[in-house]
């Protein structure tokens, strides 16, 4: 089984200011991660990914992730947030083989004040 | 760019009636999905589903819960007798080969 924790409910961040969602996983079996936003009253949108190759990876609207399976963490970063950042971010992890069901964090809310 | 659609955006029902939630996957997509999430909870997987049967489903996925892929392009989700607690967002998603799942915009269901 995996679970994921994302120890931060909620982050506040200044307009233009640098921030870093935390996500840690736990699993037995070798898994892919993603991060995944949900803008208010809207979707699950897929951010990034990590499948294999480089841990640095590079998602959509700026962001990216690195993962370290040292320390079992896909950390989701941006360098500089805009207002239209602001959302609930989850990260995500899945079994590279077997079933195929995502096991979700409890989400992370991005609050940009302006 | 193709995306998955459900459908209705919002659903209200009375405890004890029968609800179907409906979703058109992406049309090469060969994994389907649903995942629910409680107001205010995280995002929990319900049932996939794959070669036109159930490949796994989780505790949540009782016997009053059943999907169907009826036409070749519709993926429904049934609620047999719904409950209070069935209120939540059921998010449909679809996959090509199972490794990213693009999800729907959900379906706000909620039960009085």
């Known amino acids: 089984a995996q679970s994921v924790t994302q120890l931060d409910s909620q982050v506040p961040v200044f307009e233009e200011a640098p921030v870093e969602l935390r996500c840690n996983y736990s699993s037995s079996v070798s898994v892919y991660l993603f991060w995944y936003v949900q803008y208010p009253n809207q979707g699950l949108q897929l951010l990034l990914k990590y499948l294999s190759g480089s841990t640095l990876v590079k998602g959509i609207n700026g962001f990216e992730a690195e993962f370290n399976k040292s320390q079992t963490s896909f950390h989701l970063r941006k360098p500089s947030v805009h207002i239209s950042d602001t959302a609930e971010y989850f990260c995500a992890v899945r079994p590279i083989f077997g079933n195929e069901k995502l096991t979700f964090g409890t989400g992370t809310r991005l609050t940009i004040i302006p | 760019e193709p995306e998955v659609t459900q459908t209705p955006s919002h659903q209200v029902t009375q405890m004890g009636q029968e609800v179907i939630l409906r979703c058109v996957p992406i049309?090469?997509?060969?994994?389907f999905y649903w995942y629910r999430q409680i107001l205010g909870q995280k995002v929990e997987f319900l049932v996939s589903f794959y070669n036109n049967e159930i490949s796994e489903k989780s505790e949540i996925f009782d016997d009053q819960f059943s999907v169907e892929r009826p036409d070749g392009s519709n993926f429904t989700l049934k609620i047999r007798s719904t409950k209070l607690e069935d209120s939540a967002m059921y998010f449909c998603?679809?996959?090509?080969?199972?490794?990213?799942?693009?999800f729907g915009q959900g379906t706000r269901l909620t039960v009085v």
């Open positions: 049309s090469n997509h060969l994994y």
């Open positions: 998603a679809s996959s090509q080969q199972g490794f990213e799942a693009f």
